[in-house]
Nanobody
Framework: QVQLVESGGGWVQAGGSLRLSCAASGSTSSRYAMCWFRQAPGTEREFVAAISISGLTRYYAESVKGRFTIARDNAKNSLSLQMNSLKPEDTAVYYC???????????????WGQGTQVTVSS
């Protein structure tokens, strides 16, 4: 079992930056691939970024490539998402998740946090 808690969300103007964090407890997160998804009101959960256990493999959604950076610190059981050049369309609840393989498919992830709200105003 892994418990995940996101933090760092908030309100920012378009063009600004935010850094999300995800703290893992319980079974060590270094055994799992990890990722970020997001969900805006009235939409389905959308893949944002994923990172392998070693950190050597990273996937990004096309919509965030070049703007967002996913990283992990296995010693601290933590995951982060640095978000730069934010756009109003990035507004959503952001969730971190952990699973056995690094993938862009939500159903492959076994453990999910409660989410943190990110709001980008124009």
């Amino acid at each position: 079992q892994v418990q995940l808690v996101e933090s760092g969300g908030g309100w920012v103007q378009a063009g600004g930056s935010l850094r999300l964090s995800c703290a893992a407890s319980g079974s060590t997160s270094s055994r799992y691939a990890m990722c970020w998804f997001r969900q805006a009101p009235g939409t389905e959960r959308e893949f944002v970024a994923a990172i392998s256990i070693s950190g050597l493999t990273r996937y990004y959604a096309e919509s965030v490539k070049g703007r967002f950076t996913i990283a992990r610190d296995n010693a601290k059981n933590s995951l982060s998402l640095q978000m730069n050049s934010l756009k109003p369309e990035d507004t959503a609840v952001y969730y971190c998740a952990a699973g056995k393989i690094v993938t862009m498919k939500a159903y492959e992830y076994d453990y999910w946090g409660q989410g943190t709200q990110v709001t980008v105003s124009s």
